[in-house]
């Protein structure tokens, strides 16, 4: 190891194009086309908190892949580790969505970012990042892009495990297998409350959650609870975070990305748990202020200072 690593924190996964739209779809319904998906609004959220992100994934080799690696770019997230090549980008439509109820329809399925794989991490880089950073939808995709969170979680130093349990993509079972396994290795885990945690765990609580998940080896878990706030579970204790009231609230995607990725960076930044936690909420309810998954990214600045107005 030589000197400092280059990023404080990795983020594995697919990038995909967001289809939004205000009213139901429909042929002529006017749609505004982003950049999002999962990963990508962690990293955004990561690099917006002050850290140095990098985003492993897989684009195409086309125009549309070079527009999305401006975005990438744009937001603030390294490009050094996507990997280029033949194949068709991942979509995904959605109806802008306050409540946050709605499913997301996908053309993904064969996508050139699902066939993410251990051949496309650079492992020596994913060991010396100050957190590495996965979902359960990246585990969801296809075996190989599981393949490479298994791999990516048995080297970093902190793994940071996102259940994001999406039904479209998996089966409750076989996502509370993999939560299970893979919390074993967790440095955090951040589940939702009540969804995932009566989906994936069976549990009727979210201090439960936290407790079962610690059984199983995390070292924290941060269990976000909408807008009510998160419930941390870790050595230092159990300790609620309020959330931070949203000053608007237009779409909730991406608000649970806001939570990671901020949390994930002010801790490797060197935060505690609570303070960072206090900026993850603090972030989320911002994020819901703008349409789409990275419509809208605070600044670290605009975070704390939307925080402090929390008393
Ligand atoms: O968390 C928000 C994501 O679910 C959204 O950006 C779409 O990544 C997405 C996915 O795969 O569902």
């Excluded at 967790?186 to 989906?199: D, I, M």
């Excluded at 080896?217 to 959330?243: K, Y």
């Amino acid at each position: 190891m030589t000197g400092e690593a280059a990023f404080d924190v990795v983020v594995l996964g697919e990038v995909l194009l967001e289809v939004g739209t205000e009213q139901p779809f429909g042929h002529g319904v006017p749609a505004r086309l982003q950049v999002s998906g999962d990963a990508l609004n962690v990293a955004a959220c990561a690099a917006a908190a002050g850290a140095r992100v990098g985003l492993a994934c897989v684009l195409t080799d086309d125009e549309l892949g070079d527009a999305v690696l401006a975005r990438v770019d744009e937001l603030g997230v390294s490009t050094a580790l996507v990997r280029r090549r033949r194949g068709q980008q991942g979509m995904y439509l959605v109806h802008s969505d306050p409540e946050g109820q709605r499913e997301f329809a996908y053309a993904r399925s064969g996508s050139v970012g699902s066939s993410l794989s251990v051949d496309d991490l650079d492992l020596d880089v994913l060991a010396e990042a100050g957190a590495v950073v996965a979902s359960g939808i990246t585990c969801a995709v296809s075996a190989s892009a599981a393949a490479a969170v298994r791999t990516a979680a048995g080297v970093a130093s902190r793994f940071v495990y996102d259940p994001n349990f999406r039904p479209r993509l998996t089966s409750a079972a076989e996502a509370g297998v993999v939560l299970r396994e893979l919390a074993a290795r967790a440095w955090l885990v951040t589940p939702s409350f009540p969804g995932e945690t009566s989906a994936l765990l069976g549990v009727g609580s979210a201090v439960e959650a936290g407790r079962a998940l610690r059984a199983l080896g995390a070292e924290a878990v941060a269990v976000t609870c909408g807008a009510e706030g998160v419930q941390l579970v870790a050595g230092s204790g159990e300790t609620w975070v309020d959330a931070v009231p949203a000053p608007a609230v237009l779409d909730q995607t991406g608000a649970g990305d806001a939570v990671v990725g901020t949390l994930t960076a002010r801790l490797v930044r060197g935060d505690d748990l609570v303070t960072a936690t206090g900026l993850a909420v603090a972030a989320a309810s911002l994020v819901v202020g703008g349409r789409g998954g990275t419509g809208l990214v605070p600044t670290l600045e605009q975070t704390r200072a939307h925080a402090a107005t929390a008393g």
